[in-house]
């Protein structure tokens, strides 16, 4: 299951950031829409090719992913802006997914 959820992440990314290239005009929303969609796209990856090792940091990457760029393709196509506040949350998950690999590794 967390394969097929990051697969499907990594589409959304891409979708995510062919709209902020094409489909909008406002600078920042096309930035939040860039820097969601990248992030989301790079641990969609990494979570493909930890899965086998690391399967708890690979959802702890995927969810931390999807919290921070939701938050960003929300507040990019209208939302509200206090979700700015919730964006690090990901951020943080994401980084915690990192070292919760790096330890899988090192025991391995």
């Known amino acids: 299951m967390i394969a097929i959820l990051a697969c499907l992440s990594a589409a959304l990314a891409i979708g995510a950031g062919a709209f902020g290239a094409h489909g909008v005009t406002d600078p920042k929303a096309a930035d939040w829409l860039r820097t969601g969609g990248l992030y989301q796209?790079?641990?969609a990856?990494?979570?493909?090719?930890?899965?086998?090792?690391?399967?708890?940091?690979?959802?702890?990457m995927l969810i931390g992913a999807a919290i921070f760029a939701v938050s960003l393709y929300v507040m990019a196509l209208g939302g509200p802006r206090w979700?700015?506040?919730?964006?690090?949350?990901?951020?943080?998950?994401?980084?915690?997914?990192?070292?919760?690999?790096?330890?899988?590794?090192?025991?391995?």
């Open 41 to 43: 796209l790079i641990h």
């Open 45 to 60: 990856v990494a979570a493909v090719a930890i899965l086998g090792v690391a399967r708890g940091a690979a959802a702890t």
């Open 83 to 108: 979700l700015g506040a919730i964006t690090p949350i990901g951020g943080t998950l994401m980084i915690a997914g990192w070292l919760w690999a790096a330890w899988c590794f090192s025991r391995g």
